[in-house]
């Protein structure tokens, strides 16, 4: 056995591991436990066989927007009205729907 087999470092097939070291196998393998891992711990260590180290780490999340309010449609409509822009009355609008859909 090497090293690598009897380390505590080293996750094989993630069964038995130190929660903040993983291979680039586990990475490829398995990267919902790494991804887990990188949750539950801030950061772990990936290993590839070349002997390089890399570390994923997780970012803050952005605080999410806060909703004020709901917009005031009604206001909004006055003013498109004042601005000249009229809605069709029932009759015209049942047309254009007939028309949309290609029954006239």
């Not at 919902?32 to 803050?60: M, Q, W």
């Amino acid at each position: 056995m090497t090293d690598l087999d009897t380390s505590p470092d080293v996750c094989h097939s993630c069964q038995t591991m130190r929660p903040s070291s993983y291979t680039s196998r586990d990475l490829n393998r398995n990267p919902a436990r790494v991804f887990e891992a990188v949750k539950t711990y801030g950061s772990v260590d990936i290993r590839t066989r070349a002997g390089d180290t890399y570390v994923i780490s997780l970012k803050k999340k952005p605080l999410a927007k806060e909703v004020k309010s709901e917009p005031d449609f009604g206001s909004h409509w006055q003013k498109i009205q004042q601005l000249g822009n009229l809605t069709a009355k029932n009759s015209e609008q049942k047309r254009l729907d007939q028309i949309i859909a290609g029954e006239a």
